[in-house]
């Protein structure tokens, strides 16, 4: 930076931002380090990152002064969204190389949360394809797979409601799962088609934890071990919800 | 020649899955293509793998990887961490069935006592998890496997044959 550098409370709360973006759209540990540090760095400081689930704690130390900053911030609920991640990834390199100014750091980020890359009709059809495409690959003909269709739609668009209202993310899970076996179960309680219970089994698929169980291992394999445990049983939980759902319809539909 | 156009069928239906995710998750929409091919050759090669008489465990390990090594490619060609091209991309290769069926036998464990059948249950059940935690480790080491042969902070830093 050849221009006045900016305040260590601005870069600092700043970074926080950024850190705590990236926690809840899904990046590793590793990954929010990386980039809160190329960011500081940019703009002429060093920084220390503490990072748990749901909260970051950061010091900022600036290299050619005795200026420093600390704080601790709660990072939002978590829903995955790769936007983010890959918007922000950029911007860090951009940041290095056309020393961006602070404002429009912000900017951009506004702009990132703001994105939706996919209208919600069309997220609901791409998840319910994928369900089809799970039930076809486990063995389901025409019609477990319009069923399974049916179903994942539903049980996303129930999911994404509930998750309007604000229930316990888990619950969310939970709704999803019942309304997706509810309408997937019914090929199994009157035996049509030719193997029903592929439908039952896949699809549920669409609320399986990919990203918290893959995020775990990443983490673990990096040595932020108490990180990587944390995201683990996250996505036990999710998949107790999602078994939990099951277990209902199967209760209800005595099978 | 049937083979082959059954594994080509297979590897559509991959990507879907696969592209599928990738709109769950908000993967920008001109990287979308790439999560689908992705997709398609990881669950070809472990399709392929496992008509090769391999276990499943040891086929999702070698798709798995095969999308961590693209997904590095990729994340160079397109200017996009790794992570958003091989996540949707290996999900499609979760052991839904074997997590279906270690659920289904543990309701039945505890449903049952004393059957003839408990100890066949309890084979069976053991079987599917065991089965089902390997091959979500597998997909997991497969997926992270190149960054942590490379051992580079950023695939940026990656010498590829361009530059």
Not at chain 2, 85 to 112: E, K, W
Request: aromatic share 10%; glycine share 8%; with cysteine.
């Amino acid at each position: 930076m050849s221009d006045s550098i900016p305040d260590v409370k601005k870069v600092g709360a700043l970074l926080l931002e950024i850190g705590g973006l990236l926690m809840s759209s899904g990046a590793s540990s590793e990954r929010i380090r990386i980039t809160t540090n190329r960011i500081a760095e940019a703009f002429g400081y060093s920084c220390d990152l503490l990072i748990t689930h749901r909260a970051l704690m950061i010091s900022v130390n600036s290299n050619n002064s005795n200026e420093f900053f600390s704080s601790l911030k709660r990072t939002s609920p978590h829903g995955v969204n790769f936007t983010v991640v890959s918007g922000i990834s950029k911007m860090s390199w951009k940041i290095v190389e056309e020393n961006w100014s602070i404002e429009l750091i912000k900017e951009e980020m506004a702009r990132l949360k703001s994105i939706s890359a996919y209208p919600r009709w069309l997220t609901l059809v791409l998840v319910g394809l994928a369900g089809s495409a799970f039930c076809f690959l486990f063995g389901g003909a025409g019609l477990e797979m319009a069923v399974t269709f049916t179903a994942t739609v539903a049980g996303l668009y129930v999911r994404q409601e509930s998750h309007k209202l604000k229930f316990n993310p888990y619950l969310n899970v939970f709704f999803g799962s019942v309304t997706a076996s509810m309408i997937s179960g019914l090929l199994s309680k009157f035996d049509w088609g030719t193997n029903p219970e592929t439908a039952f089994a896949t699809s549920v698929l669409f609320l399986i934890p990919g990203v918290p169980l893959i995020n775990s291992f990443t983490d673990l394999m990096d040595g932020n071990i108490m990180n990587g445990v944390i995201r683990g049983f996250n996505g036990l939980m999710i998949a107790l919800a999602i078994a939990l759902g099951m277990l209902v319809s199967l209760m209800i539909y005595q099978m | 020649m049937e083979d082959a156009v059954l594994i080509l069928e297979k590897g559509f239906w991959f990507a879907a899955a696969a592209i599928g995710f990738a709109a769950l998750f908000n993967v920008p929409r001109r990287v979308l293509w790439v999560v689908g091919l992705l997709g398609a050759l990881g669950g070809i090669t472990k399709t392929l793998l496992i008509t090769q008489h391999q276990s499943v465990i040891v086929a999702s390990l070698a798709g798995s990887i095969l999308i961590g090594i693209l997904s590095v490619i990729a994340a160079h060609g397109k200017h996009a961490p790794p992570l958003i091209f091989s996540i949707p991309a290996v999900i499609p290769m979760v052991p839904g069935a074997y997590m279906y069926r270690m659920m289904l036998g543990f309701i039945n464990l505890t449903a049952t006592l004393n059957s003839e059948n408990y100890a066949q249950l309890l084979y069976d059940t053991l079987h599917n998890a065991l089965n089902a935690v390997f091959i979500l480790m597998a997909l997991a080491l497969g997926v992270s496997a190149p960054m942590l042969v490379t051992r580079k902070e950023s695939v940026k830093n990656l010498k590829l044959k361009r530059n």
